[in-house]
């Protein structure tokens, strides 16, 4: 949602919080700011993204110092809304992720005490309360002003007169990065690889005191030790690598992906998930949620475990889980979220775990809040995804769920066997895809002169509709909208015509006839259609006025593919139509508020 980061240390923090920024813009970045104290604090923010703020800022002096992106929910984007947020005596700056729930009474009874608000913030009832409670001590000012607040947060305080930055985090991410004669704090590991690679996960709850040579956390009120973690990936894995954007490179690197994620859980002595444990004590159905890009993982794990386990599986949207009134009957509910920390998918983990359930999180974030939830993670091995639309994130999760469903497969060892044969030559199959690059931009170029686009599936491959059409939305601003292939009649058929073109995945499984028949309505209708097909499809040349061909794979592989040639559709259309296609309007890449 929002990107928050903090130095303390013996170098001039202006730069490095900048710099810091710039890597954290994926989680949000309608405004931005930075705040250094050294006596006196100074201000700097607009609603700009980092690199104009940076260029436009003034050189202000001091080693310690917070920043903040932005992604708006209380006030639009404004110079004054944008954070740091300080007290009435400019003495005070906090930058804030999350959402004070309890904002409104606050703002209210502060107010009534003399504290003069200029934002639309809930962030700003921080500072005002920290101002409040401050009597020489700044940690337990905020830890007393805490008390007062409802909601989620991950905050860094500075006080203009003291060398060191005072945390705290509860239901948003926040971590410590360990340095030489200097520290960091940020919201995301990205943000602080260029200068270390050793990081501490702070808990809900926990209030951080950092200074340049010491960190140390409390939690209720005692000291605690935190576990230091090292990084692994390299900030160059954060980094373009030569491609124009953070999306490209992050589609290229699929087949890598599929490959680490398959070697970490082949190699296991264990299973992933222990179905048989699950099994022990009645489990006759599984239950996964997830919100966005990763639903749609879920919705693909639903048909392929369905059909190799051969139980019913509910894959539900986490936020509308979250209203349903059924009884939580199932022993196993899987959790997929590539950030870890998205708000409502937290919410019905935490929802099925106390109704009982054993909780099995699928994340690409280690250390993230899922994964504290979760009795158990899977984690994902995508690296760093930076890009907002999710790409390589969503093909390991992919991998993840093929690989639990064929563990406890009930299908013949034959059938087995291709499937392992199959899976192992995903790879391959994604970088034959990566290399029709030019024929799917010539399909982009078509594609960017229209304002609805339809994609219709069938079974497996309604999933990649869904995820195609999301894909076309959230980076090219084109209207995308997904329909089960056999549902077009109840109702879009109204819309067709020759302005809304329709891109149809027919996959050589049980609906491909069905699927021929669709396109020839579709075509009926005058709508130009873009099919997805197999090579070596004859039939379907003559019914599409242009086709990309993927290769051939097992029909429940073939989502695969098909979503690397539906990820490389959207990008060229963005591409072709001008729009920022790493940080697309509106979005951000972690949701952490509901
Ligand atoms: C945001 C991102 C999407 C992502 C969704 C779920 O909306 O923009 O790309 O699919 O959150 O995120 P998660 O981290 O839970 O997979």
């Not at 000291?223 to 973690?229: A, F, V």
């Not at 070697?263 to 299973?271: G, I, K, L, N, Q």
């Not at 983990?349 to 993670?377: D, H, L, P, Y």
């Not at 669709?518 to 259609?529: C, D, G, H, L, T």
């Amino acid at each position: 949602m929002c990107g928050i980061v903090g130095y303390v240390g013996e170098k001039q923090a202006q730069p490095i919080l900048f710099g810091c920024l710039a890597k954290l813009e994926y989680r949000g970045y309608d405004s931005c700011g930075i705040a250094l104290a050294s006596g006196s604090l100074k201000v700097y923010k607009d609603a700009v993204r980092v690199g104009e703020l940076a260029k436009a800022s003034p050189q202000l002096d001091g080693m310690v110092g917070i920043g903040h992106t932005r992604w708006a929910t209380h006030g639009e984007p404004s110079q004054i809304n944008a954070h740091p947020h300080c007290d009435c005596a400019g003495e005070i700056a906090v930058v804030h992720n999350g959402i004070i729930s309890n904002f409104q009474r606050l703002r209210n009874q502060l107010t009534s005490e003399g504290h003069k608000f200029v934002s639309e913030t809930d962030t700003e009832v921080i500072s005002h309360l920290v101002e409040k409670y401050y009597h020489g001590d700044l940690e337990e000012a905020v830890k007393v002003a805490l008390r007062d607040v409802d909601g989620s947060y991950a905050i860094i305080v500075v006080l203009a007169s003291e060398s060191k930055l005072v945390v705290a985090r509860k239901d948003s991410p926040l971590i410590i990065g360990i340095g030489d004669r200097e520290n960091f704090v940020a919201s995301d590991v990205p943000a602080i690889l260029d200068y270390t690679n050793r990081v501490i996960y702070l808990e809900d709850g926990d209030i951080g005191v950092v200074t340049p040579d010491s960190v140390t956390v409390k939690s209720k009120g005692a000291e605690i030790t935190r576990e230091e973690h090292k990084i692994l990936w390299s900030a160059e894995q954060a980094q373009k690598g030569g491609y124009e954007h953070f999306m490209l490179k992050e589609i290229h690197e699929q087949p890598k992906v599929i490959r680490d994620t398959l070697v970490e859980y082949t190699r296991a002595a264990e299973p992933i998930v222990d179905l048989e444990r699950m099994r022990d004590v009645g489990a006759e159905s599984m239950l996964i949620l997830a919100c966005g890009t990763s639903y749609h993982a879920a919705l693909v794990g639903k048909y392929v475990a369905e059909e190799l386990i051969g139980i019913p599986v509910r894959a539900e949207v986490a936020s509308e889980f979250n209203y349903c009134g059924y009884s939580l009957s199932t022993p196993l509910a899987i959790a997929i979220t590539q950030s870890g920390e998205t708000a409502d998918t937290l919410k019905a983990m935490k929802r099925v775990k106390e109704g009982g359930c054993r909780v099995v999180a699928i994340t690409n974030v280690v250390g993230s809040t899922a994964s504290r939830i979760a009795n158990q993670t899977v984690y994902t091995r995508a690296g760093p995804e930076i890009s907002v639309a999710a790409t390589k994130s969503f093909m390991a999760q992919l991998m993840v769920l093929y690989w639990l469903a064929m563990s406890y497969s009930k299908a013949d060892t034959r059938r087995l066997a291709d499937m392992l044969m199959g899976i192992r030559q995903l790879p391959e199959k994604v970088k034959q895809v990566l290399d029709s690059e030019d024929m799917i931009s010539e399909s982009a170029e078509y594609l960017s002169r229209f304002d609805d686009v339809f994609f219709i599936g069938r079974g497996i491959n309604f999933a990649v509709a869904m995820e195609g059409a999301l894909k076309l939305k959230e980076i090219s601003y084109i209207h995308g909208e997904a329909y089960a292939a056999g549902e077009l009649k109840h109702g879009p058929f109204a819309l067709l015509g020759s302005n809304t073109p329709v891109i149809a995945i027919v996959a050589q499984d049980n609906t491909y006839e069905a699927m021929l028949t669709n396109i020839k309505e579709v075509k009926a209708r005058r709508s130009p259609v873009i099919a997805l097909a197999e090579e070596g499809d004859e039939v379907i040349g003559e019914l599409a006025d242009s086709v990309i061909t993927v290769p051939q794979t097992d029909a429940l592989f073939s989502p695969v593919v098909n979503t690397v040639a539906l990820q490389l559709l959207a990008y060229y259309t963005a591409r072709q139509r001008g729009c920022p296609i790493d940080f697309p309007r509106n979005l951000a890449k972690s949701v952490t508020v509901e």
